[in-house]
């Protein structure tokens, strides 16, 4: 009687293994980096060639990052809004459109984390950490310049990608950051063709 219910339950252990893999996080939502959720783009004016980006990006920051934060390092966060142009035998041509950039930091005596926004100088302060990293992942609408009608060849595409990094990062830090998502991180490039 034993031997047959371990021999049903082995039956049944892919199955289990396979409902238990689907139900749990997958190992890249814990690990740290910067994700995206979603991102989109709409042309809003055909005659001037104009565009708007949005999108929702996830920071998972590493635990130096955090615990440089909460200690009174800033942390530079940069989204970086481009043109790219296609070439077949070198590298492709890119052309920087537009920079989005905060500022975050922990101000101990009050316990609030104070986000800042560079290029339009808004300011918000958030009591937790991932209301405030939530709303730096945002990007709602966002308008690009005016684009010239060249870039309706098929040949052109916006990318964008983001960085973060501490404000002051000491030398040896500074060069282990190139080669570690530990002390500054880095998203993937996602980019969009243009008709």
Not at 35 to 48: G, L, P
């Amino acid at each position: 009687m034993k031997t047959l219910i371990t021999l049903r339950i082995l039956k049944c252990l892919p199955i289990l293994l396979l409902l238990l893999s689907l139900s749990g996080p997958s190992l890249a939502e814990d690990k740290p980096g910067i994700y995206f959720n979603r991102h989109d783009i709409h042309m809003v004016d055909a005659t001037k060639n104009v565009y708007l980006v949005s999108a929702q990006v996830d920071f998972k920051l590493s635990p130096y990052l955090e615990q440089a934060l909460l200690n009174g390092v800033l942390l530079n966060v940069n989204t970086f809004i481009g043109l790219g142009k296609r070439r077949g035998w070198w590298w492709n041509e890119t052309d920087n459109l537009s920079t989005i950039s905060y500022q975050i930091k922990y101000h101990a005596l009050s316990r609030h984390f104070l986000l800042t926004r560079n290029d339009t100088h808004e300011n918000w302060n958030y009591r937790s950490l991932s209301t405030a990293l939530r709303k730096m992942g945002s990007v709602v609408n966002y308008k690009l310049p005016e684009l010239s009608p060249r870039v309706k060849d098929g040949e052109h595409y916006i990318y964008m990608n983001i960085r973060l990094s501490p404000a002051t990062l000491r030398l040896p830090l500074r060069i282990q950051s190139l080669f570690s998502s530990q002390y500054s991180m880095a998203s993937e490039v996602i980019s969009w063709p243009l008709p």
